[in-house]
T-cell receptor, first 115, second 115 residues
Framework: AQSVTQLDSQVPVFEEAPVELRCNYS??????LFWYVQYPNQGLQLLLK??????LVKGINGFEAEFNKSQTSFHLRKPSVHISDTAEYFC?????????????FGGGTRVLVKP | EAQVTQNPRYLITVTGKKLTVTCSQN?????MSWYRQDPGLGLRQIYY???????DKGDVPEGYKVSRKEKRNFPLILESPSPNQTSLYFC??????????????FGQGTRLTVV
């Protein structure tokens, strides 16, 4: 069965500094990988996804993530954060052709951007 | 405007009192799903529906029921709520099951407290 671990529950960061959110997964089959963002009092929004092809994936709002199959990781990065990036970020995985197209989510990483 | 609408947004209820959380989408989506979000656990799938009259269990279905009598609506029913069902609930939809990977729409969430 698939599982997702987000290693940091909270990440404080200063404005204009870089940020990296770590995500590791376990699965016995090939997977699709996702990062979602949840702004306060809102639903989830897809930031980026890896389905196949290039392992470096670019998403919205200047975020990017790199799929590393050997390390089963999908870390999210942004070179310079803004106050508006304050949110909770979820890594998610889905096994190819999983029943119900289920997404398995990590526990989330809360990013607090300080001025 | 394309959207997934959940009602109510906030609900406090007592143990054992049946309740329904409604979910409606205006995009003619086939696939709909319910998740619950708990601190440190991310989102976990409760039930999903591939189409009208087709529903199936997710990872944490105990204590919940769903129905899909019309394409646009996918209510979540708690026949006898208990305090361990206190959580933040999200409804999500996509055009098709596989489209969930590329364009999933999430509602704004329903915060339920069972006392």
């Amino acid at each position: 069965a698939q599982s997702v671990t987000q290693l940091d529950s909270q990440v404080p960061v200063f404005e204009e500094a870089p940020v990296e959110l770590r995500c590791n997964y376990s699965s016995s089959v090939s997977v699709y990988l996702f990062w979602y963002v949840q702004y306060p009092n809102q639903g989830l929004q897809l930031l980026l996804k890896y389905l196949s092809g290039s392992t470096l994936v670019k998403g919205i709002n200047g975020f990017e993530a790199e799929f590393n199959k050997s390390q089963t990781s999908f870390h999210l990065r942004k070179p310079s954060v803004h106050i508006s990036d304050t949110a909770e970020y979820f890594c998610a995985v889905s096994e190819w052709e999983a029943a119900g197209n289920k997404l398995t989510f990590g526990g989330g990483t809360r990013v607090l951007v300080k001025p | 405007e394309a959207q997934v609408t959940q009602n109510p947004r906030y609900l406090i209820t007592v143990t054992g009192k049946k309740l329904t959380v409604t979910c409606s989408q205006n995009m003619n989506h086939e696939y709909m799903s319910w998740y619950r979000q708990d601190p440190g656990l991310g989102l976990r799938q409760i039930y999903y529906s591939m189409n009208v009259e087709v529903t199936d269990k997710g990872d944490v279905p105990e204590g919940y029921k769903v129905s899909r009598k019309e394409k646009r609506n996918f209510p979540l029913i708690l026949e006898s709520p208990s305090p361990n069902q206190t959580s933040l609930y999200f409804c999500a939809s996509s055009l098709s099951p596989t489209a969930f990977y590329t364009e999933a729409f999430f509602g704004q969430g329903t915060r339920l407290t069972v006392v």
